[in-house]
């Protein structure tokens, strides 16, 4: 079974950066992709980025152009660089896996085999 850990979060102010890492234990296929997504209380789950290691990636319109997201396949971790942030931004952030999957904005919306924990990211304006 793959385990998904997220750290990085933290409470920010407007302005600031952050980096989220998910780690990846236990996966089983090299073809995977990992996606970003968060939510506040109240209201749906957001996608926010994710990269496959075939090399394909997306980002929401919201964040592009201030998130980068990156993969170390020796580390089987993924980093999301998140700059110029903002109060909107702030929410819980989870990763996910899945295998053999590309990264664009249908495939966001399909299922995820893992999730993650979690990580809260604060914005302070």
């Known amino acids: 079974e793959v385990q998904l850990v997220e750290s990085g979060g933290g409470l920010v102010q407007a302005g600031g950066s952050l980096r989220l890492s998910c780690a990846a234990y236990?996966?089983?296929?090299?073809?995977?992709?990992i996606g970003w997504y968060r939510q506040v209380p109240g209201k749906e789950r957001e996608a926010v980025s994710c990269i496959s290691t075939s090399g394909t990636t997306f980002y929401a319109d919201s964040v592009k152009g201030r998130f980068t997201i990156s993969i170390d396949n020796a580390k089987n971790t993924v980093y999301l660089q998140m700059n110029s942030l903002k109060s909107e931004d702030t929410a819980v952030y989870f990763c996910?896996?899945?295998?053999?999957?590309?990264?664009?904005?249908?495939?966001?919306?399909?299922?995820?085999?893992?999730w993650g924990q979690g990580t809260q990211v604060t914005v302070s304006s």
């Open positions: 236990g996966l089983t296929f090299d073809n995977y992709a």
């Open positions: 996910a896996e899945d295998s053999y999957r590309d990264c664009n904005g249908v495939y966001m919306s399909l299922p995820w085999d893992y």
